[in-house]
């Protein structure tokens, strides 16, 4: 059985970019995201603020730097959201791996989401 009333959005690399993108230009479309190694523009917080929202990095990544994770999450700590936020220490890049395997990560995605109909 499916609840399509609580869909959630993940993505990693170039896919956590674009789970933010698509939160800030949806918010009330999902019920939570997870986003790892990705980033956004500090102006959309305000747009991504009403979404439970995750978002995992690795302190060592070369190819996105961990400063996108943080400066977006200290935007949207700004417009009075609480985003979480792991940094993975002696991680790279390939921060997916270890955040996929942890059950953690789903367990809160289930617990924090909320319906799309009621925020």
């Known amino acids: 059985?499916?609840?399509?009333?609580?869909?959630?959005?993940?993505?990693?690399?170039?896919?956590?970019?674009g789970t933010l993108r698509?939160?800030?230009h949806y918010p009330d479309k999902f019920a939570a995201g997870l986003a790892i190694?990705?980033?956004?523009w500090p102006f959309t917080a305000e747009h991504l603020a009403p979404v439970p929202l995750w978002l995992v990095h690795g302190d060592q990544d070369l190819v996105v730097r961990a400063e996108l994770s943080l400066d977006l999450v200290r935007a949207?700590?700004?417009a009075k959201s609480r985003?979480?936020?792991?940094?993975?220490e002696n991680v790279g890049?390939?921060?997916?791996?270890?955040?996929?395997?942890d059950k953690a990560y789903y367990d809160w995605l289930k617990k924090?989401?909320?319906?799309?109909?009621?925020?």
Do not use: E, N
Request: net charge positive; glycine share 12%.
């Open 37 to 40: 190694c990705g980033g956004a």
């Open 76 to 78: 949207m700590r700004a």
């Open 83 to 88: 985003p979480r936020l792991t940094i993975l």
């Open 1 to 17: 059985a499916v609840d399509t009333d609580r869909l959630y959005v993940t993505g990693l690399s170039m896919g956590g970019f």
């Open 93 to 101: 890049h390939d921060s997916w791996t270890q955040t996929y395997a």
């Open 22 to 24: 698509l939160l800030s």
């Open 112 to 119: 924090s989401g909320r319906r799309k109909d009621h925020p």
